[in-house]
């Protein structure tokens, strides 16, 4: 991308949560997306957990012109920037970015911001009152796909939007896979289960989609394996209703033993969409296909072509 004006100047404030690095054949996390960018520059590295030195030590040999930092006060006396990228656990995000909030920063949170909404509450006003860029990590309602689908169901492809359905079954919290002493899966670190940790990406895009306020909610939270902590639900399903008459049910649990799948359905008055993960499939099921096998095929044949050019995506953004 061309840019006129001077790149932005990101500082990268901690490394614990899809960070990724620089290696060329490492992982690509939010690092190598912003290094992609012709608009932004990232110009220092902050990160305080010693269990990072080793991360910090590589950025700087990769990126010898970055600064490091281990204290974010230090950081925001020595080195001039605009926007920072926050990747911390929840606990340690919301005083960070609110730090960085008093100081004038503009901010990208991987999520989650916060363990809590009240918690969240006070950056949120902070941000409106000082007119700051504040943007938390959920990418999915970017991607060409869902896109794809929002332009389906403004050409009225799907008919009237009546329901929506996700679901996200995977691995267990236990020694071996999610292990339980991880701070994603503690209470006084993450602040929730699945819910709190993955819900947000499928609650972002039923918004997108419904384009209406929630009216009210049934939600159940529970644990249903002995390994997560009490206050850590394993297994949730919530029920919405939208001001404009749309439900939406997600179920999600951390259950298996094994990668598990990951489902969202659409329905319509005059058809539904079935999808599975994002970016990998696109498949159109009518219950008036021998009327409208032409508008089907077409819708398919559009979300497919979305589809494979999220790929690309999917590999800049690390989803």
């Given at each position: 991308?061309?840019?006129?004006?001077?790149?932005?100047?990101?500082?990268?404030?901690?490394?614990?949560?899809?960070?990724?690095?620089?290696?060329?054949?490492?992982?690509?996390?939010?690092?190598?997306?912003?290094?992609?960018?012709?608009?932004?520059?990232?110009?220092?590295?902050?990160?305080?957990?010693?269990?990072?030195?080793?991360?910090?030590?590589?950025?700087?040999?990769?990126?010898?012109?970055?600064?490091?930092?281990?204290?974010?006060?230090?950081?925001?006396?020595?080195?001039?920037?605009?926007?920072?990228v926050v990747m911390l656990p929840p606990n340690e995000a919301a005083p960070a970015s609110m730090r960085l909030a008093e100081a004038g920063k503009h901010l990208f949170i991987e999520k989650q911001a916060a363990r809590t909404a009240p918690e969240l509450l006070p950056l949120c006003q902070l941000a409106a009152q000082r007119n700051l860029v504040t943007r938390i990590g959920y990418p999915w309602p970017g991607h060409p796909v869902a896109h794809e689908i929002r332009r389906c169901l403004d050409d009225g492809v799907l008919g009237k939007l009546l329901a929506m359905e996700a679901r996200l079954v995977t691995?267990?919290?236990?020694?071996?896979?999610?292990?339980?002493?991880?701070?994603?899966?503690?209470?006084?670190?993450?602040?929730?289960?699945?819910?709190?940790?993955?819900?947000?990406?499928?609650?972002?895009?039923?918004?997108?989609?419904?384009?209406?306020?929630?009216?009210?909610?049934?939600?159940?939270?529970?644990?249903?394996?002995?390994?997560?902590?009490?206050?850590?639900?394993?297994?949730?399903?919530?029920?919405?209703?939208?001001?404009?008459?749309?439900?939406?049910?997600?179920?999600?649990?951390?259950?298996?033993?094994?990668?598990?799948?990951?489902?969202?359905?659409?329905?319509?008055?005059?058809?539904?969409?079935?999808?599975?993960?994002?970016?990998?499939?696109?498949?159109?099921?009518?219950?008036?296909?021998?009327?409208?096998?032409?508008?089907?095929?077409?819708?398919?044949?559009?979300?497919?072509?979305?589809?494979?050019?999220?790929?690309?995506?999917?590999?800049?953004?690390?989803?």
């Amino acid at each position: 991308m061309s840019m006129s004006a001077d790149p932005l100047r990101v500082a990268v404030v901690g490394l614990r949560i899809h960070a990724g690095g620089l290696e060329p054949d490492g992982n690509h996390g939010l690092i190598k997306s912003f290094y992609g960018r012709d608009d932004a520059r990232v110009v220092a590295f902050c990160e305080w957990d010693p269990e990072e030195a080793a991360a910090l030590e590589s950025l700087s040999r990769h990126d010898p012109s970055a600064s490091i930092y281990t204290s974010l006060e230090e950081l925001l006396e020595r080195e001039a920037f605009e926007v920072a990228v926050v990747m911390l656990p929840p606990n340690e995000a919301a005083p960070a970015s609110m730090r960085l909030a008093e100081a004038g920063k503009h901010l990208f949170i991987e999520k989650q911001a916060a363990r809590t909404a009240p918690e969240l509450l006070p950056l949120c006003q902070l941000a409106a009152q000082r007119n700051l860029v504040t943007r938390i990590g959920y990418p999915w309602p970017g991607h060409p796909v869902a896109h794809e689908i929002r332009r389906c169901l403004d050409d009225g492809v799907l008919g009237k939007l009546l329901a929506m359905e996700a679901r996200l079954v995977t691995v267990q919290i236990a020694p071996g896979l999610r292990e339980p002493d991880h701070w994603m899966y503690r209470l006084e670190t993450e602040g929730g289960g699945i819910l709190h940790m993955e819900g947000g990406h499928w609650l972002a895009l039923f918004q997108m989609f419904a384009q209406a306020r929630v009216r009210s909610v049934t939600a159940l939270c529970s644990r249903r394996t002995d390994a997560s902590q009490a206050g850590v639900e394993d297994a949730a399903t919530v029920a919405l209703e939208y001001t404009n008459g749309v439900h939406a049910c997600l179920h999600m649990g951390y259950l298996l033993t094994a990668a598990g799948p990951a489902q969202r359905h659409l329905h319509g008055r005059a058809r539904r969409s079935r999808r599975g993960r994002l970016g990998r499939c696109g498949e159109w099921k009518s219950g008036r296909q021998q009327r409208r096998a032409a508008v089907a095929g077409r819708a398919a044949a559009h979300l497919r072509h979305a589809a494979r050019a999220a790929c690309g995506l999917r590999r800049a953004v690390g989803l």
